[in-house]
């Protein structure tokens, strides 16, 4: 079963606005840990943002924010102010306390545009 | 500067051929895993190894090989019996912090495709 499940291929934003990516994620796991990576079209993987199960605050990191909603099982990745260096692949990852590595989403592809 | 270091970036092969990727870190990560990724497909894991001389099989292990003589270095072997080893593969590290883990740092990628 799907562990991770991100519901938007793709998506457009205009550049300056703020966009939503989507990320839900299925654990039975009472610790866990929930990653968003960015990957350009080179192909390197960059560490955008972690979140904690036991993290009572949504992590932020500069323009990234994590809208961490535990009870609905969603860690959704808020960009504000998108540049157009922002547009790349972006991925939603889980590693489960019981478990031994990322769990990765398929992705989905930004595009900002002017 | 620390990192991992994927060689080579492109890397062609004739049918029924071996190749070994090349994944070397300096980060003195514990941790390290070989993923593989195909459009649409996300990434999905070959093999990881939290130790060397120990390496376990992920969700796609078949037609792949690894090694773990050493901290540093973890390569991948794409076996003949790989039915579709045209892809980008990526190797990564971690350091393994007992409940949780941070810091989950990956290589440039090597791609693979075969002729």
């Known amino acids: 079963a799907q562990k991770i499940t991100q519901t938007q291929p793709g998506m457009f934003v205009q550049e300056k606005e703020a966009v939503t990516l989507d990320c839900t994620y299925d654990?039975?796991?009472?610790?866990?840990?929930l990653f968003w990576y960015k990957q350009p079209s080179s192909g390197e993987m960059i560490f955008l943002i972690y979140?904690?199960?036991?993290?009572?605050q949504n992590a932020t990191e500069g323009r990234y924010s994590l809208n961490f909603q535990k009870a609905r099982k969603s860690a959704n990745l808020v960009i504000s102010a998108s540049q157009l260096g922002d547009s790349a692949m972006y991925f939603c990852?889980?590693?489960?306390?019981?478990?031994?590595?990322?769990?990765f989403g398929k992705g989905t592809s930004l595009l900002v545009t002017p | 500067d620390g990192g991992i270091t994927q060689s080579p970036k492109y890397l062609f092969r004739k049918e029924g051929q071996n190749v070994t990727l090349s994944c070397e870190q300096n980060?003195?990560?514990?941790?390290m895993y070989w993923y593989r990724q195909d459009p649409g497909q996300g990434l999905r894991l070959i093999y990881y190894?939290?130790?060397?001389?120990?390496?376990q099989k992920g969700d796609i292990a078949e037609g792949y090989s690894v090694s773990r003589e050493k901290k540093e270095s973890f390569p991948l072997t794409v076996t003949s019996a790989q039915k579709n080893p045209t892809a980008f593969y990526l190797c990564?590290?971690?350091?393994?912090?007992?409940?949780?883990?941070?810091?989950?740092?990956f290589g440039s990628g090597t791609r693979l495709t075969v002729v």
């Open positions: 980060l003195n990560h514990d941790a």
């Open positions: 979140q904690g199960s036991y993290d009572e």
């Open positions: 654990t039975s796991d009472q610790s866990y840990g």
């Open positions: 990564a590290s971690s350091i393994v912090l007992g409940q949780a883990d941070y810091g989950y740092t």
């Open positions: 190894s939290q130790i060397v001389n120990d390496f």
């Open positions: 990852a889980m590693r489960e306390n019981s478990g031994y590595a990322l769990n």
